[in-house]
């Protein structure tokens, strides 16, 4: 059962790729000028997908992340289903944010400030 769990995981990161590629390069793009790398190459990549739009957007951006989708959800409620150390773990970890909900959220403003000067030091040392 594992395994078969395991590679329904590694089938859906395959189908979701192409989307979170794209994704993340008109991140990039965005965050430098294109002449520099790697905002040149992530230009490139949206490029591609906007020159062959029924694979790019049809295919690549919504059709495989809908597959993922569907096949994820139906997964997901089988197991929650038939799965009572799923449905334990779930009140666990519930549990667990609830009674550390101020440490989760200093961690999460922490690392959004981290992320944040790090997008700013970049900024500052390409101009």
Known sequence: MKTNSRSLAA??????FP????????LIRSVQPLQYEPA???Q????WYAA???VGLWVCLMALPLAVLVIGTVWLANQW???GALRDAARQTMTAIRSHAAALLIAFATATAGG?????AMHVLTD
Request: charged share 15%.
């Open 40 to 42: 040149h190459t992530a």
């Open 81 to 83: 289903r038939s799965n």
């Open 19 to 26: 989307a979170v590629l794209f994704m993340t390069a008109l």
């Open 52 to 54: 062959r739009p029924h």
């Open 44 to 47: 490139r990549i949206v490029d």
């Open 11 to 16: 089938l859906e990161l395959l189908l979701v």
């Open 116 to 120: 944040i000067l790090m997008v700013v």
